[in-house]
C-alpha cells in the first residue's frame, strides 16, 4: 500500500484532507515541511496551508467525542501504520542514494543536473519526499548509482488499488487469484 506518488501539492490543490491515510501522509509531510520551512519561504507557505487542511480535516472527523469510535480509532491506528511504513521507506531510499552519491564524491545537485533538473529546490523536495520521483527517474538513478531497483521502488499497493483489485477479485469469484501480502 506504499504510496511514493503523493505530493503535498495534491492536497493543497484539491483544497481537503479527504481520509485517515490523506491525515496521517499530512502529518508527516507537516514534520518534513517543518525544517524545510525554517530557510524557504515557498515550503513555510505550503506549511501553512498544509496545516489549515490538517485543522479543518480534524476539526470536522475528530473533534465531536461521540463520533469515536473503536472502529474509527482501529481504521486511524491501520493508516498511521501505512502512513508510516511509507515514510521509512523514503527514508530508507534518501539514505541509500545519499550514501551511493558519498561514495561516488557527487552531490545532491550533481545527481540532479544528471536527472535533468535544474532547480537545486527540486531536487530537495525530490529526495525529502515532498514530490514524487518519477519512475524514469528512478530508473536513472538505478543504473547510474547501482541501487537496487526494489528499494527505490516499492512493490506495494495504494489503498484506492487494493480495494479496486478486491471487489474485482469477488466480482470474478476465482479464489486461485490473490494478492501477495
Not at 506549511?47 to 490538517?54: C, T
Not at 527514508?91 to 552531490?107: A, V
Request: glycine fraction near 4%; aromatic fraction near 6%; hydrophobic fraction near 40%.
Amino acid at each position: 500500500m506504499i504510496n511514493t506518488d503523493f505530493t503535498i501539492e495534491e492536497f493543497i490543490k484539491k483544497g481537503e484532507i479527504t481520509d485517515e491515510l490523506e491525515l496521517e501522509r499530512a502529518l508527516i509531510a507537516d514534520r518534513k515541511l517543518r525544517l524545510l520551512a525554517k530557510d524557504n519561504l515557498y515550503f513555510k507557505n505550503l506549511r501553512k496551508k498544509l496545516r489549515n487542511l490538517i485543522e479543518a480535516y480534524e476539526r470536522k472527523e475528530w473533534s465531536d467525542i461521540g463520533q469515536l469510535t473503536d472502529e474509527k480509532l482501529a481504521e486511524s491506528v491501520f493508516w498511521e501504520n501505512v502512513a508510516e511504513q511509507e515514510r521509512i521507506f523514503m527514508e530508507k531510499r534518501k539514505q541509500q542514494i545519499r550514501k551511493e552519491l558519498k561514495i561516488r564524491n557527487l552531490t545532491q545537485q550533481d545527481l540532479g543536473h544528471l536527472l535533468g533538473h535544474k532547480s537545486k529546490t527540486h531536487m530537495s523536495e525530490l529526495m525529502n519526499g515532498i514530490k514524487p520521483f518519477t519512475l524514469k527517474d528512478l530508473v536513472l538513478i538505478n543504473q547510474l548509482l547501482r541501487i537496487d531497483i526494489k528499494e527505490l521502488i516499492p512493490v506495494f499497493l495504494s489503498k484506492e488499488d487494493t480495494i479496486r483489485i478486491q471487489s474485482a477479485m469477488a466480482e470474478l469469484g476465482k479464489p486461485q487469484i490473490k494478492l501477495c501480502s
